[in-house]
């Protein structure tokens, strides 16, 4: 056990121990594993919250950059970016099919980004081991701006206690961890600690495109809703080919550049006209539709055209009595009648996220006794979304704007961020069959940030045959780590 002294009379407590793993390259890689918890306080010194982290420090003796990942929710620990993902052990899994229980597979992992940057898995405040100190309240730490605040201070506070302000800085954020990564970049380095990238893998910045009356949520997810009727064999009016082989022989990317022209075009031409829509146009648009995403016409037609993401996951497979994925629409769960019309929980009553989260908390939970000898009497908690969620503050104080934003738009701050420091690189990645942050989205809010032609330069994306975590899929997460070493190596 070693122990680092915070300013006060309090311990910062973690135990590291020592690993090595072979890279695909035949590099051997000597690593330090660290677990513990950074101590997060208030301006007056006093305690606010004891944040949990994973660390993973290679031994080459040459400097290396360190990269802060967490994941979203909000409510959602950073365990799936880790042994799911990108750390130095792995629970492959069997997506895009369900993964059966245990016993599972875990060991090093071939695609762990520790081949080029120093790892820091941080867990937010409810989540994982992450707790609230003595006397700290859940508004303080609950809410868009509040927790951008509290990870700022543990990141600065892992820099000072581990050495590393010299160390190139990335940050890594999935799903709302790409609103907090975005927020949080500009934080920093309105506090003096500049960054040379920041990482976003199903991103949403401009949480206002979600309001309800708003049209850019159906055009954001059209392109999404056809590669997933493609997958089904449901385009072009149920032209069968099932499992994901092609539509009519038109290849995946061919198919998504005709719908994207049509989103983006036609359709939203149409949307933006409301009821001054001819009934002849709004016939030729719904005939267009139906064949892009498998729907009826009619069906179409009397929803105005405007597709719910809710009623798209049941009408899709409905006459096989299925519900697709919300997170990967590649999978598909028998939901033939279910009692009760209430709220399920999104982020585990999805056959997407139901099919890999035992395999990752299972191999996380080995990870930490078997590898780590880590040892605590808390709790893990991989999701506390529906606590969090429900008493999460939405309000947002955007750089450039005086008064808090009703709901975040945070892509005002990575472009004040971007034109703060010009050498800041961005990369948005993403899977073309996730519903809850379709692609199309992440173009819409980039191409919101209004850079000039040489930081636009700065943003980089790349969008996979995969769902919002993209990473699980066997085939996938391979061309990932290629993609993100050469990143790194551009930006560092």
């Known amino acids: ?7 006060g009379t309090e311990l910062e407590s973690c135990v590291t121990t020592r690993h090595a793993i072979d890279l695909p390259d035949g590099r051997r890689l ?13 301006d007056d010194g006093s305690a606010l919250a004891d944040v949990f ?20 929710g909000p409510g959602s620990a950073s365990l799936w970016l880790n042994v799911g993902g990108f750390g130095p052990r792995r629970v492959p899994t069997l997506t895009p099919h369900a993964t059966p229980p245990a016993p599972y597979e875990f060991g090093d992992n071939p695609h762990t980004l520790l081949a080029v940057s120093d790892l820091v898995f941080l867990d937010a405040v409810g989540t994982g081991f992450s707790r609230l100190a003595s006397g700290g309240r859940t508004d303080e730490v ?24 010299q160390a190139p800085r990335y940050l890594f954020g999935e799903s709302y961890g790409t609103s907090r990564a975005a927020a949080l970049v500009h934080k920093l380095q309105n506090l003096g600690a500049d960054f040379n990238g920041v990482i976003m893998l199903s991103t949403l910045l401009n949480w206002a495109t979600t309001q309800p009356g708003l049209d850019q949520y159906y055009i954001n997810l059209l392109p999404s809703y056809a590669a997933t009727a493609w997958y089904h064999g449901r385009a072009n009016h149920g032209r069968a080919n099932h499992g994901g082989a092609n539509h009519g022989g038109v290849p995946l990317a061919e198919f998504l550049a005709g719908a994207r022209e049509f989103a983006g075009g036609e359709y939203a031409s149409a949307l933006q006209r409301g009821d001054l829509l001819p009934s002849a146009t709004e016939r030729a648009v719904a005939a267009r539709l139906a064949e892009i995403t498998g729907l009826d016409a ?13 009623d798209f996951r049941r009408q899709l497979l409905a006459t096989d009595g299925k519900l697709i994925g919300r997170f990967d629409t590649r999978f598909a769960a028998d939901h033939q009648y279910v009692i009760g019309t209430g709220a399920f929980d999104p982020a585990t009553d999805d056959a997407a996220t139901a099919g890999v989260n035992s395999a990752h908390l299972s191999g996380f939970h080995q990870h930490l006794a078997a590898d780590l000898g880590y040892r605590t009497d808390l709790h893990y908690r991989p999701l506390h979304n529906m606590t969090i969620a429900a008493a999460w503050d939405w309000h947002h104080k955007a750089p450039g704007i005086d008064a808090p934003l009703q709901v975040p738009n945070v892509a005002l701050d990575l472009s004040a961020a971007m034109r703060r420091n010009p050498a800041l690189r961005v990369y948005i990645m993403g899977g073309v069959f996730d519903l809850s942050t379709p692609f199309a989205g ?15 330069r700065n943003v980089r994306f790349s969008w996979y045959e995969s769902g919002h975590m993209t990473f699980v899929d ?18 560092t």
């Open 442 to 456: 992440a173009e819409f809010d980039i191409s919101h940030l209004f850079l000039g032609e040489r930081l636009r």
């Open 30 to 42: 000597d690593y330090q594993a660290t677990a513990g918890t950074v101590r997060v306080s208030r």
């Open 53 to 72: 982290y994973l660390a993973y420090r290679a031994d080459t003796g040459a400097p290396r950059p360190v990269t802060f990942l967490f994941n979203g």
């Open 474 to 491: 066997e085939k996938v997460i391979p061309v990932m780590a290629s993609d993100l070493a050469q990143f790194y190596a551009g930006a």
């Open 1 to 7: 056990m070693i122990t680092m002294a915070d300013a």
């Open 298 to 310: 009619g069906w179409l037609l009397r929803r105005k055209l405007r597709i719910e993401m809710e």
């Open 142 to 165: 609950w809410g868009v701006d509040q927790d951008v605040d509290v990870f700022a201070r543990a990141i600065l506070r892992y820099l000072t206690i581990t050495g590393s302000w």
